[in-house]
């Protein structure tokens, strides 16, 4: 009897293809993922080197996207002004929020979490201020007086730190006005 011939090797290139093209910017991540994962099963010959550089490129892909955002978040004063903004946008969502919540539950929430968790996501409140930038997103700045009656609200603006001229305070509408506790903003 005869042995059976042996299957040839399966040819290595189409994973090295795939693995090398995962340096390509956008797509590289999932063009590496996947040379990644068939390197893994694969019995083709050096299979797993093929699978080092499909994760790797995966991974470069990541962090050139990372030091992308961060760098654009810094220098572009356009998108600086659009997060403001989006601020002064979401602030008068937080305040007509507040509001809500008061007339619900008789009283002001104790923190901006509190009223976030009640409404949940039948009524989403946008809490964090975009105002600093995608990579340092804080809450919006809320105190509730001692007597519970009236709230402070605003965003800390572009510099983080509050009680400066780049402050913002929500709007009230007209149709809201006097009827908030809102202090210290323009009522």
Do not use: H
């Not at 083709?44 to 978040?73: E, K, T």
């Not at 340092?136 to 983080?160: C, E, I, K, N, T």
Request: charged residues 20%; positive net charge; aromatic residues 8%.
């Amino acid at each position: 009897m005869v042995p059976a011939p042996a299957k040839p090797a399966k040819a290595a290139w189409p994973l090295f293809l795939l693995a090398g093209l995962s340096i390509v910017p956008g797509l590289g991540f999932l063009l590496g993922s996947l040379a990644a994962g068939w390197g893994l099963v694969s019995s083709r010959p050096r299979a797993l080197v093929a699978a080092g550089i499909g994760a790797a490129g995966a991974l470069l892909n990541v962090a050139a996207l990372i030091l992308f955002a961060f760098l654009a978040d810094r220098n572009t004063p356009g998108l600086a002004e659009a997060r403001l903004q989006i601020s002064r946008q979401q602030l008068g969502e937080v305040l007509t929020a507040l509001e809500a919540f008061r007339e619900e539950e008789g009283r002001y929430p104790p923190s901006l979490v509190v009223m976030q968790q009640k409404f949940g996501l039948r009524r989403p409140v946008p809490i964090l201020d975009p105002a600093g930038g995608l990579f340092s997103m804080r809450p919006f700045q809320y105190q509730l007086a001692p007597d519970g009656a009236s709230y402070d609200l605003y965003s800390v603006g572009r510099d983080g730190q509050a009680g400066t001229e780049d402050d913002i305070r929500p709007e009230v509408p007209d149709s809201m006005r006097g009827r908030v506790g809102l202090r210290g903003g323009r009522q």
